[in-house]
């Protein structure tokens, strides 16, 4: 079945810093990639996403690249902010799995000043 | 700002107690999700619903009980909760549920059982 393996965590970066959270995954088909964000108290919000293979996504500062020859869709950002620490979340969608969303288990990033 | 509204933002009951939770959305959406997901996890599927139709049931109890009034609109209707599930109940919507449409979240309703 579909699987996605993100780092683990929590990662803890200075103010502007260089950032990369690690997702990879397994799939059947052609499945589309995506970023969630998840502030607490909040509910996950849609940071970015690919639908094919090369695509590159970019919101925010934040960007990732499907990468289908290594099965990869690694996070980045070249310089986070303290309003960046929250959990994000890998996750692919497959139409060969009735359209479910298969999650990583999620990175927690913290920022400090 | 969420476009998907749920109601309430907490809620505590008793195990013997009888619940609804609410979600709304007015993006056109056909596709509306419930989730569950506990501290530091990721979100575990619940239900799906298409075009006002049960589509998924992820084995959920039966104490756990869904409805789709109208496109815009789903229900979580509890009953006799036991304590393992207290959690954030999360619910979700997309224009369609397969494609590579992303889903909009809520910002949940957390839910205690005492």
């Known amino acids: 079945g579909d699987s996605v393996t993100q780092m683990e965590g929590p990662v803890t970066l200075s103010e502007e810093a260089f950032l990369t959270i690690n997702c990879t995954y397994t799939a059947t088909g052609y499945p589309s990639l995506f970023w969630y964000v998840q502030y607490p108290g909040e509910g996950l919000q849609l940071l970015l996403k690919?639908?094919?293979?090369?695509d590159k996504g970019s919101n925010k500062g934040f960007e990732a690249t499907y990468r289908k020859e290594t099965t990869s869709f690694h996070l980045e950002k070249g310089s986070v902010q303290v309003s960046d620490s929250a959990v994000y979340f890998c996750?692919?969608?497959?139409?060969?799995?009735?359209?479910?969303?298969?999650f990583g288990d999620g990175t927690t990033l913290t920022v400090k000043p | 700002d969420t476009e998907v509204t749920q109601t309430p933002k907490h809620l505590v009951m008793g195990m013997t107690n009888k619940k609804s939770l609410k979600c709304e959305q007015h993006m056109g959406h056909r596709a509306m999700y419930w989730y569950k997901q506990k501290a530091k996890k990721p979100p575990e599927l619940m239900f799906v619903y298409s075009y006002e139709k049960l589509s998924i049931n992820e084995s959920v109890p039966s104490r756990f009980s869904p409805e789709c009034p109208n496109s815009s609109l789903l229900n979580l209707h509890l009953h006799a909760l036991q304590p393992e599930d207290s959690a954030l109940y999360l619910c979700a919507s997309s224009q369609g549920q397969t494609g590579n449409q992303p889903q909009h979240f809520g910002d949940g309703t957390r839910l205690s059982i005492l």
């Open positions: 690919a639908t094919k293979a090369d």
């Open positions: 996750a692919l969608k497959s139409n060969t799995n009735a359209g479910k969303s298969t």
